[in-house]
Nanobody, 130 residues
Framework: RVQLMESGGGSVQTGGSLKLACKAS????????MAWYRRAPGKEREGVAA????????YYADSVKDRFTISVDYAENTLYLQMNTLKPEDTAMYYC???????????????????????WGQGTEVTVSS
């Protein structure tokens, strides 16, 4: 069965960096659209970054563009999110998401993954202090 396991969260100061990982099992990432979402306290879950199955197209929320990078290691079946120049407003629970729909990544802006992303990890917490 499809499973996603996030890791790499933690507490950092403003300007710091973290690299999140999402280990996938039960399916090959190369056949799925993949994404990172986050949910800050009291807010809806929002899309952060997404990529199509062959990683030829990558999409980012405006709030993280030029600071975050989504990448994949197909041999390890693992998705990554490199987060640099972190800000307090990046504080959130970060979730990995997967979809067999090749168009899913185009809909990153739909809150909570809409009908596009159907598989989710449990999340990893990121806290950025000022």
């Amino acid at each position: 069965r499809v499973q996603l396991m996030e890791s790499g969260g933690g507490s950092v100061q403003t300007g710091g960096s973290l690299k999140l990982a999402c280990k996938a099992s039960g399916f090959p990432i190369i056949s799925y659209s993949m994404a990172w979402y986050r949910r800050a306290p009291g807010k809806e879950r929002e899309g952060v970054a997404a990529m199509n199955s062959d990683s030829s197209r990558r999409y980012y929320a405006d709030s993280v563009k030029d600071r975050f990078t989504i990448s994949v290691d197909y041999a390890e079946n693992t998705l990554y999110l490199q987060m640099n120049t972190l800000k307090p407003e990046d504080t959130a629970m970060y979730y990995c998401a997967a979809s067999p729909n090749p168009a899913a990544a185009l809909h990153l802006a739909v809150p909570d993954g809409g009908p596009w992303f159907e598989y989710w990890g449990q999340g990893t917490e990121v806290t950025v202090s000022s």
